[in-house]
């Protein structure tokens, strides 16, 4: 058989799956999965993708469809050779994957399968887990038909049905493999003493051995029928992590039509298959199969299909949702004890809520019934992904182009992830050598030393849990971006039934025990309600307890001394004009501290990961308003231009004559660490170039009082007027954060956030051309660079760069300071006062649009009442925006 005639009959996804199934689970980094893979690997048309394309690669070697190949070129992935399991950053297998492989992967790479997961999709493992939930939380688990697991439940089974004929019930059971897939061996029996306690040698189903391990079930004998026909639903589920659990739904799926008119089997004779099961490998053999013309006819119908049949007939299809989304968070809930355990077992040194290695697309069989009960028949770990109709192809390829997507892979994992490990042995060593200098000043307390211990614990405690929020932040960030139609489902957006299966889990917990590791301990219990609880301590009180121990910490190690550079950090100004936003802000020792490059933990992760974002713009979206957000985008670029109708790209800057301009003019060169070991440079510029150190740093300074000067200039204000109503929006800041996150990251678009930054980037400019000496090349100079730095930094990633900043994160600084020559404590100073000119600026053109909204606004109005929803009025008297900085001194 050529391989291409091979593929042809791979495509056909359930037959194969059934044959893989069979099949010995080997390992996918020894090179292969099935007959049918291995030698496909030899497939012309795969050579060929392989070699097509370079950049984020992932090795295929062990599925056979189709379109998984086609959805992974859609993200630009590039296919790896099939031995290769070392530089891809996605495996896929079609099968299950042994731990020690999910162990041997690195922190980068992804794998479409978790450890444990066998414990809900093998039907007698399921049916194990199910039955022992029953019986502790009856109300909660009551989804699966009763089921016995034989051969060895088959005297209690015999028993039930027994004592169903004794009191005239006559009901008929379902005979399905323990580790069966579509349909094979399966049998109805209309009497339950003659089901076979050990299955039926060549005799089932399509002459399959049932013999073996199985299942006897209670039959559902009042399906919902459409047009008279039976049917279930396929649904996609995607779990992208269980450390900490996180679970979506697919909006989207199948509806799979049985092939002859259904009678209750107690009631008729034919007991054919093509009545009682739905599956397309078993009914895609009868003559009356049905290859849809569209989404509503034929045996294979869509998701949207069966929520309009049922709207017609006055179903009440809400609620049907929830009861099935239920069933899907319980199910996966029921297994978290298995995955975690699992898991931590596969990846010990992964601390909670770093990135998984492991991901699922879980494909759930739900039956209706008559009354629209949603019934769990069955959960598929390595759902068909055949696609022989166009359905198919429509709604497993949007399945997984944006599970893909969610996942997040981008080419710099790699990177990220050997950072965060330097880091991490970085500290363990510095972790090692504090011990050492306790040895070294043994004469001190023991108290003293247990005291400072305890501190550093608190503080590597607090580090961690805030990288996490912050990851989360992230992630919840991408999710918002990414999500089409898959929806979280767990953790949830409806705080009530969030808690409801947070104490749910923990009960699951309690009562599936699956032996030592992650298991039901007191410990693992109290991490979990901490981990899930909606009470979680919030980044800014995390950083307030940080900033706190970091205080005692430093008090501890050393009494405190005077800084001459304290001013510097934050300049005159700062201090004076503290931002609620910014009151957590570690204190200036602890900023000392990290610009001597002894990153924390939130600190690598913020500055290894672009996308790092504040969770503040979560509340904006979420508590705040995902359908402000929608309407937002909705209105489009045109309504937003009308917001900020004409931000100049030339911005106005007041250049009054200022008393507080340095007469002397120098370049601001040199300043650097770096520049001070070495000596300054030669200056190119024809500035100073002298190697005087001190009076690069004295130029800095005397830049850092000029910037300290500038202030915002509120368009028809004057600066007190200006600064009362910056204050207002600082006084509401907790109110209003939604609104100014909904405005800048949703609101405006690219061009508009830079002509934003455009104009305190011009009056930077000029501010410091006025310390320049004529003639030298300002663009050349080290502040001129470290200024542009800072500019695209806040641009980054959509805006979060500068949004970051607002909830106090540093990770524009940290990128800083990794820099080869990192920015001494005066450049610094000046970065840091040219962001807080951009909060200003941010915040008064956002002021600005709400005001040129409702012109009416009093000047001293709190924001949260400016009107953002007057479109019509907006166009009729657009005013023009002339933002900009003027000096203080200058000010009248
Ligand atoms: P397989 O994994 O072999 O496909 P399933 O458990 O999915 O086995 O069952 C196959 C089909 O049989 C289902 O799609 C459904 O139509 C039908 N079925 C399974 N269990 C029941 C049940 N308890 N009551 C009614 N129909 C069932």
């Known amino acids: 058989m050529s391989s291409g005639q091979r593929r042809r009959q791979a495509s056909d996804g359930a037959e194969e799956a059934a044959v893989s199934a069979r099949l010995p689970q080997v390992s996918p980094h020894r ?209 992208t992590s269980c450390d900490p659990l996180r679970v979506y739904f697919y909006n989207d799926g199948l509806l799979r039509l049985s092939t002859e008119k259904y009678a209750d089997p107690q009631k008729c004779e034919s007991d054919t298959l093509y009545m009682h099961l739905t599956n397309y490998s078993v009914n895609k053999r009868s003559e009356n199969y049905a290859k849809g013309d569209d989404d509503s006819t034929g045996s294979k119908r869509s998701i949207r299909f069966l929520n309009e049949y049922l709207q017609k007939r006055d179903y009440d299809v809400p609620l049907m949702w929830r009861n099935i989304i239920d069933l899907l968070v319980k199910t996966i809930i029921a297994v978290q004890p298995h995955l975690l355990q699992h898991y931590r077992m596969c990846r010990p040194a992964s601390p909670p809520g770093s990135d998984s290695v492991c991901f699922e697309i879980l494909g759930f069989d739900v039956l209706l019934d008559h009354k629209l009960k949603p019934w769990l028949v069955e959960v598929n770990r390595s759902p068909s992904f055949g696609a022989e109709q166009p359905i198919d192809r429509r709604v497993k390829l949007g399945v997984l182009d944006e599970a893909l997507r969610l996942l997040n892979i981008r080419a710099s994992d790699r990177a990220r992830h050997a950072n965060a490990q330097k880091v991490q042995s970085q500290r363990r060593l510095m972790r090692g050598r504090s011990n050492g200098a306790e040895n070294q000043h043994q004469h001190q307390h023991l108290q003293q030393l247990q005291r400072e211990r305890e501190l550093v614990r608190r503080r590597e405690e607090l580090q961690a849990q805030l990288a996490r929020l912050r990851r989360e932040a992230d992630r919840d960030e991408h999710e918002i971006r990414t999500c089409r139609l898959f929806r979280r489902i767990f953790p949830g957006d409806d705080r009530v039934s969030q808690e409801r299966y947070v104490k749910l889990m923990l009960a699951v917990f309690g009562a599936l025990t699956p032996g030592r590791g992650a298991g039901s301990g007191a410990g693992t219990l109290k991490e979990l309600e901490e981990q899930y609880s909606c009470e979680r301590p919030r980044q800014e009180e995390l950083m307030d307890q940080l900033a706190r121990c970091e205080e005692q910490l430093q008090q501890h190690q050393q009494p405190p001394s005077a800084d001459a550079s304290g001013k510097l950090q934050n300049g005159r100004q700062h201090q004076n004009h503290r931002r609620p936003w910014q009151r957590h802000h570690p204190p ?29 713009y979560n509340d904006a979206v979420e508590s705040g308003d995902r359908q402000t957000e929608a309407k937002l985008e909705a209105e489009g670029a045109d309504d937003a231009s009308g917001r900020l109708p004409s931000v ?17 003019r120098h370049t601001v060169v040199a300043a650097s660490g770096a520049g001070r070991s070495r000596g300054v440079q030669a200056d190119r510029s024809g500035g100073i170039g002298t190697g005087d150190q001190q009076e690069a740093e004295q130029l800095c300074r005397r830049m850092l009082d000029q910037l300290n000067e500038l202030c915002i200039r ?98 524009w600084e940290s990128a800083l300071l990794r820099m080869r020559e990192p920015p001494s404590l005066p450049e610094l100073a000046c970065c840091r006062r040219v962001v807080q000119l951009c909060q ?47 000096y203080r001194a200058s000010l009248g």
């Open 31 to 239: 090179g292969l999965l099935t007959g049918a893979s291995v030698e496909s690997a030899g497939d012309d048309r795969r050579q060929h993708r392989r070699h097509r394309r370079r950049g984020v690669g992932a090795n295929l070697s062990a599925t056979k469809f189709d379109i998984i190949y086609l959805a992974v070129e859609r993200l630009g992935f590039s296919v790896c050779p099939d031995e290769d399991f070392v530089t891809p950053y996605l495996i896929w297998s079609d099968l299950g994957v042994p731990p020690d492989r999910i162990s041997e992967l690195r922190a980068h790479q992804r794998i479409n399968h978790f450890p444990g997961m066998s414990e809900i999709s093998r039907k007698d493992l399921l049916s194990r887990n199910m039955a022992k939930l029953a019986r502790v939380l009856p109300k909660e688990y009551k989804f699966t038909p009763r089921t016995w697991c034989l051969p060895g439940e088959y005297s209690s089974f015999l028993q039930h049905s027994r004592e169903l004929r004794k009191v005239g019930k006559l009901r008929s059971f379902i005979y399905k493999p323990a580790n069966g897939a579509m349909g094979h061996g399966i049998r109805i029996y209309k009497n339950g003493e003659q089901v076979p306690c050990n299955g039926v040698s060549g005799g089932g189903n399509g002459g399959f051995d049932t013999t073996g391990p199985a299942i006897v079930q209670e039959y559902i004998a009042k399906p919902l029928l459409i047009d008279g026909f039976k049917c279930d639903l396929r649904i996609y589920v995607l779990v």
């Open 588 to 616: 200036q020792s602890v900023q000392r501290r990290q610009s001597s490059l002894t990153l924390s933990a939130d600190e690598v992760d913020d500055s290894a990961d672009d996308d790092s974002f504040d969770d503040d």
């Open 648 to 664: 100049s790209s030339t911005p106005t800057l007041t250049t009054s004559t200022s008393t507080t301009t340095p007469r002397r």
């Open 714 to 811: 509120f368009p028809g204000k004057s600066a007190q007027q200006a600064e009362q109503v910056l204050a207002g929006l600082h006084q509401n800041w907790r109110q209003n954060k939604a609104l100014v996150a909904g405005y800048w990251l949703a609101k405006l678009d690219a061009d508009k956030r830079r002509k934003v930054i455009d104009i305190v980037r011009q009056n930077v400019r000029a501010t410091l051309s006025r310390c320049w000496r004529s003639g030298a090349d300002l663009d050349e100079s080290r502040i001129c660079r470290l200024f542009d730095r800072v500019f695209a930094r806040l641009l980054s990633s959509n805006g979060q760069g500068l949004w970051a900043t607002f909830g106090n994160s540093a990770s």
């Open 840 to 886: 200003d600026c941010l915040l008064t053109v956002f002021l600005f649009s709400g005001q040129s909204a409702a012109p009416s606004a009093d000047v001293g109005a709190s924001p949260s009442t400016l009107s953002r929803d007057s479109g019509s009025q907006l166009k009729r008297e657009r005013p023009s925006l002339s933002v900009g900085f003027t």
